[in-house]
Nanobody
């Protein structure tokens, strides 16, 4: 059974930083693409950043230069370093993992609130 557990969400002031973590189990992590998505109130879930099993990364334009996605295949973990946070970054952040052998899976989400 595939499980994704996110952590690291918090309340932070504008300009601050947070690091989100996602721990995966039951999945063939090394062959998986992994990523972070977010959903703000009243909006659809949207891509934040992804990284393929080959290390190719992709970012939403709104977070380029501020957020960094990374993965640790030895720990079955994916991270999102978020710097220079803005109020518009407020959302529930979801971890996603997918591969051709097992399919597509989501975590339960972690709340990030950017407010003074």
């Amino acid at each position: 059974q595939v499980q994704l557990v996110e952590s690291g969400g918090d309340l932070v002031q504008p300009g601050g930083s947070l690091r989100l973590s996602c721990a995966a189990s039951g999945v063939i992590f090394r062959i998986s693409a992994v990523g972070w998505y977010r959903q703000a109130p009243g909006k659809e879930r949207a891509l934040v950043a992804t990284t393929t099993q080959f290390g190719v990364t992709n970012y939403a334009d709104s977070v380029k230069g501020r957020f960094t996605i990374s993965r640790d295949n030895a720990k079955n973990a994916v991270y999102l370093q978020m710097n220079s946070l803005k109020p518009e970054d407020t959302a529930v952040y979801y971890c996603n993992i997918q591969n051709v052998a097992q399919g597509n899976y989501w975590g339960q989400g972690t709340q990030v609130t950017v407010s003074s």
